[in-house]
């Protein structure tokens, strides 16, 4: 059986995340990580996900430089990534409830192990 594409809600959290507070990528992964033991992202994907939201407006991004060492690329969600985060809260309730349909209809089953 194929894998499932556990990066397909990866910009939502992105989102999620960054409404809360601005970040870079390395502490955006780390602080996924700390709160969602499930989540299967890795560095290249998190860094791919915010290219194509900076490419579609929903987060801006500069370069920090207050801290010694290399500037880091700090990213800010915008008022169009604020739109899309509530249509992806919306997507997910539909999905949630699908979910909670397919569990109930699995748990009724009579399957021999």
Not at 39 to 49: C, E, F, H, V
Not at 66 to 72: E, H, K, L, Q
Not at 73 to 100: M, S, V
């Amino acid at each position: 059986m194929s894998r499932l594409n556990y990066g397909r809600h990866l910009p939502a959290f992105i989102l999620l995340f960054l409404a809360k507070k601005c970040a870079h990528g390395s502490k955006l992964l780390n602080k996924m990580k700390e709160s969602m033991p499930y989540i299967k992202a890795d560095g290249p994907a998190i860094y791919r996900a915010l290219h194509e939201l900076e490419k579609s407006e929903m987060i801006e991004a500069c370069w920090d430089t207050t801290n010694p060492g290399a500037a880091r690329k700090c990213y800010t969600i915008t008022n169009k990534g604020l739109e899309q985060l509530k249509e992806f809260k919306n997507d997910i309730e539909e999905r949630k409830r699908n979910f909670e349909h397919f569990l109930s209809e699995f748990d009724r089953l009579d399957l021999k192990e």
